[in-house]
Nanobody, 114 residues
Framework: QVQLVESGGGLVQAGGSLRLSCEAS????????ISWHRQAPGKQRELVAW???????AYVESVKGRFTISRDNAKNTVYLQMNSLKPEDTAVYYC????????WGQGTQVTVSS
């Protein structure tokens, strides 16, 4: 199993930036992909970005060119750099690790004011 802890959320004005962190512990070597998801009030949780063990990345269309997912294997941490934030990016952001398991973090709130 893998445990995930997100951090880095907060309140930011539109156009600002935040960097979210997802620190993993446990069976790190068993992780195939780590992804970031978000859930806004009254909406379904959606996939935002993911990164594979081979460093392949993908993004939902609405964040392409603004968000960047990366990983630091030495720190067992995956980051989500979010630039040019918009009010519609407001949500609770979760990281997820997939391997022979499916683990989620507790989430971190991101609020973008207009």
């Amino acid at each position: 199993q893998v445990q995930l802890v997100e951090s880095g959320g907060g309140l930011v004005q539109a156009g600002g930036s935040l960097r979210l962190s997802c620190e993993a512990s446990g069976s790190i070597s068993s992780i195939n992909t780590i992804s970031w998801h978000r859930q806004a009030p009254g909406k379904q949780r959606e996939l935002v970005a993911w990164i594979s063990s081979g460093e392949s990345t993908a993004y939902v269309e609405s964040v392409k060119g603004r968000f960047t997912i990366s990983r630091d294997n030495a720190k067992n941490t995956v980051y989500l750099q979010m630039n040019s934030l918009k009010p519609e990016d407001t949500a609770v952001y979760y990281c997820r690790a997939l391997g022979t398991f499916d683990s989620w973090g507790q989430g971190t709130q991101v609020t973008v004011s207009s």
